[in-house]
C-alpha cells in the first residue's frame, strides 16, 4: 500500500517522549508507525477498525 501523502501526527500528550504516530489523513486508511523508527513497518486498519481500538482504550 502506498502511504504517499500521509500526514503523520503523534499524540497530543506524547510530549517529547518516543511514542507511535498516525496518518489518518488518506481516504480509507489510518496508518499507524513508531516514531523512533519511522522507515520501519507500518500497521495499517480501516478507519472503524481504528476508532473502536481508541474508544476501548480510552474506556480501559
Same mark, same amino acid.
Given at each position: 500500500?502506498?502511504?504517499?501523502?500521509?500526514?503523520?501526527? $503523534?499524540?497530543?500528550?506524547?510530549? /517529547?517522549? @518516543?511514542?507511535?504516530?498516525?496518518? @489518518? /489523513?488518506?481516504? *480509507?486508511?489510518?496508518?499507524?508507525? @513508531?516514531?523512533? @523508527? #519511522?522507515? *520501519? %513497518?507500518?500497521? $495499517?486498519?480501516? %478507519?472503524?477498525?481504528? #476508532?473502536?481500538?481508541?474508544? #476501548?482504550?480510552?474506556?480501559?
Amino acid at each position: 500500500m502506498a502511504l504517499t501523502g500521509a500526514i503523520w501526527r $503523534t499524540a497530543t500528550r506524547s510530549g /517529547n517522549t @518516543d511514542c507511535v504516530e498516525v496518518a @489518518d /489523513n488518506l481516504p *480509507g486508511v489510518v496508518a499507524v508507525r @513508531d516514531s523512533k @523508527d #519511522r522507515p *520501519g %513497518p507500518v500497521l $495499517t486498519f480501516t %478507519p472503524q477498525t481504528w #476508532r473502536t481500538f481508541v474508544t #476501548r482504550l480510552k474506556q480501559s
